[in-house]
């Protein structure tokens, strides 16, 4: 098994998270309305800015294996939770309940071909993977752009 340890340091003010990933700094954040200060995106968009990068990450590697032309991709990501759960309520769960990902493939490729780089990097892609685990419905659309 060939094992790659994750980590992060964050260091708190308020509802506000400065993440600091090796050389990297991230600034979390909630909106005012939220009670946070708005000096970072907030977690659940973080989230979703990790899988457009997991996928993107995983879609280039995909891509030389295959002998794929990926020339680009693009991500257009959403996702909807039931606030309620994160407000408390014991029967409603707290993380997402769908999220929509439309990628566009800039590529001399078909649209078969796309369809297969999709389908190896959403069954590699280690952020993508983790959301279907939890049952979270995901739409998934990769389309040559």
């Known amino acids: 098994m060939s094992e790659h340890k994750v980590a992060i340091t964050s260091k ?3 509802m506000k998270s400065e993440v600091k990933a090796g050389k990297h700094e991230l600034v979390i954040d909630e909106p005012r ?16 800015g990790s899988l457009a990068g997991c996928e993107t990450v995983v879609a280039n590697m995909v891509a030389k294996e295959i002998e794929f032309d990926l020339q680009g991709i693009s991500f257009d990501i959403n996702g909807t939770l ?11 769960k707290p993380y997402f309940d769908t999220v929509n ?17 999709q389908e190896i990097t959403d069954q590699r892609c280690p952020v993508f993977t983790t959301l279907k685990a939890a049952g979270i419905e995901l739409n998934v659309e990769w389309l040559k752009a």
Do not use: F, W, Y
């Open 12 to 14: 708190s003010e308020g």
């Open 101 to 117: 990902i439309k990628a566009e493939v800039e590529t001399s490729e078909s649209q078969e071909r796309v369809e297969e780089l």
């Open 82 to 92: 039931d606030m309620r759960g994160l407000m408390g309520t014991a029967d409603v």
């Open 33 to 48: 309305q939220m009670g946070g200060t708005d000096q970072g995106a907030d977690p659940l968009a973080v989230m979703l």
